[in-house]
C-alpha cells in the first residue's frame, strides 16, 4: 500500500522557472492538503481540497496554484519560482475532514530555488 | 497571537530524564489534538492523539485543558531514539467546509547519554 505519494523529492530551480509537484494517493481519501515547512518552522497550509473539483486557500496560497480532477491526484504548480518559495513541500490526506484520524503525510518535495 | 504556541526548546536532557511539553490553542473552536514527531529532514509522523480525559502510551502521556486551552505531552524515561521535533498538532475548521491540521512550530528534543 503506496499511501501518498510525492514526486520528485528534489529539485532545483531557477527563478522565475515554473514546475508541479505531484502528490497522488491510493486510500481513497477525499481531503488533501499541500504544507510547506521552512528551516525550524512548522508546517504552513498552502491549499486544500474536500474532494475531486473542489479546492481552496489555506494560510500562505500566494504564488501556487492547484487543481483536484480525481480523488487520486493533487498537484501544486508554481508559475513565477522566487527565492522565498525554497521550502520543503509536504503532501497529505485524510479520509473525512473531522475526528481523531491522523492525517498520512508524503516523504516531502525539497525544493531550492536559486 | 499564534494559532498554536509551543515551548521553544531545544530541550537537552540525559537519558532516563522526564522532559515535559507544553502547547497553547487559540482557537476555542478546535476539534482535536496531537502530538506529532518530526525526525530531521523527515515527513512528520503521528505520536499520539489527545484527549480532555488524558491518554498515555508506553512512556508517553499526554493531557488536553480545554478550559484553558492548553496540551501537555510527558516523556518519562526518555531514551536516545527520542530525540526529534515534537510538534502540537489542532484539528481547526478553515474557510467554509474544511478543516486542516494546524501545527506548532515545533520543540526540539535532545537526549544524550
Known amino acids: 500500500n503506496a499511501g501518498v505519494t510525492q514526486t520528485p523529492k528534489f529539485r532545483i530551480l531557477k527563478i522565475g522557472q515554473s514546475m508541479t509537484l505531484q502528490c497522488t494517493q491510493d486510500m481513497n481519501h477525499n481531503y488533501m492538503y499541500w504544507y510547506r515547512q521552512d528551516p525550524g518552522m512548522g508546517l504552513k497550509l498552502i491549499y486544500y481540497?474536500?474532494?475531486?473539483?473542489?479546492?481552496d486557500k489555506g494560510e500562505v496560497p500566494n504564488g501556487y496554484n492547484v487543481s483536484r480532477s480525481t480523488t487520486e491526484d493533487f498537484p501544486l504548480r508554481l508559475e513565477l519560482a522566487a527565492p522565498s518559495q525554497t521550502s520543503v513541500y509536504f503532501c497529505?490526506?485524510?479520509?473525512?475532514?473531522?475526528?481523531?484520524?491522523?492525517?498520512?503525510f508524503g516523504d516531502g518535495t525539497r525544493l531550492s530555488i536559486l | 497571537r499564534k494559532e498554536v504556541e509551543q515551548d521553544p526548546g531545544p530541550f537537552n536532557v540525559p537519558e532516563g530524564a522526564t522532559v515535559a511539553f507544553n502547547c497553547t490553542y487559540s482557537?476555542?473552536?478546535?476539534?482535536?489534538f496531537f502530538w506529532y514527531r518530526q525526525d530531521c529532514r523527515k515527513e512528520p509522523k503521528l505520536l499520539m492523539s489527545?484527549?480532555?480525559s488524558g491518554n498515555e502510551d508506553g512512556r508517553f502521556t499526554a493531557q488536553l485543558n480545554r478550559a484553558s486551552q492548553y496540551i501537555s505531552l510527558l516523556i518519562r524515561d526518555s531514551k536516545l531514539s527520542d530525540s526529534a521535533t515534537y510538534l502540537c498538532?489542532?484539528?481547526?475548521?478553515?474557510?467554509?467546509?474544511?478543516?486542516?491540521?494546524?501545527f506548532g512550530k515545533g520543540t526540539t528534543l535532545s537526549v544524550s547519554s
Open positions: 489527545v484527549y480532555s
Open positions: 481540497s474536500v474532494g475531486a473539483g473542489i479546492t
Open positions: 498538532v489542532v484539528r481547526s475548521s478553515i474557510h467554509q467546509a474544511g478543516t486542516a491540521l494546524i
Open positions: 482557537n476555542s473552536a478546535s476539534q482535536s
Open positions: 497529505a490526506s485524510i479520509s473525512a475532514g473531522g475526528g481523531n484520524q491522523p492525517q498520512h
